[in-house]
């Protein structure tokens, strides 16, 4: 195995942690969120968070690793996943600085937290489709 592939074995490791527990996150608590309990997502949230977290910072840095290693130029679609990323951080601060705080005074911003997650995992997904093109050198 070269450095390549060793970097692209971690990454897809890595995404799968991420994307998969948003799946599981949105499908398992979507429709509680609808209703506007909370409870359930934030206990699923702290103890995915220990590992959805660095998975996905790792994943990042693994997948910026690889077009270097692999390329040395960024193909239209990391471009995408790049641009992705931020929109990905600034949600997620969002619902750590906005809505956590106004969840845990006793608001009910179920509905917000619902298309937060949606959203979350939907960049998660097009991450997946973008890596693919990417691999597979399909044109984006």
């Given at each position: 195995?070269?450095?390549?592939q ?45 590992i ?17 290693v ?5 193909p ?6 790049m ?13 750590r ?6 969840l ?20 998660s997904i097009?991450f ?5 093109a ?7």
């Amino acid at each position: 195995m070269d450095v390549y592939q060793i970097l692209q074995a971690l990454h897809v490791l890595l995404a799968t942690v991420w994307v998969g527990g948003h799946i599981i996150l949105l499908m398992a608590y979507g429709a509680e969120l609808k209703r506007g309990t909370t409870n359930p997502l934030l206990d699923f949230e702290r103890r995915y968070e220990k590992i959805g977290l660095p998975s996905l910072i790792f994943a990042a840095a693994t997948g910026v690793a690889m077009l270097y290693v692999g390329w040395g130029k960024w193909p239209m679609a990391a471009h995408i996943k790049m641009g992705l990323f931020v929109i990905l951080i600034l949600i997620d601060l969002h619902a750590r600085l906005r809505l956590i705080p106004r969840l845990k005074r006793g608001e009910n911003v179920g509905g917000l937290l619902l298309l937060h997650v949606a959203a979350v995992t939907a960049i998660s997904i097009a991450f997946v489709v973008l890596g693919a093109a990417i691999r597979f050198g399909m044109p984006l």
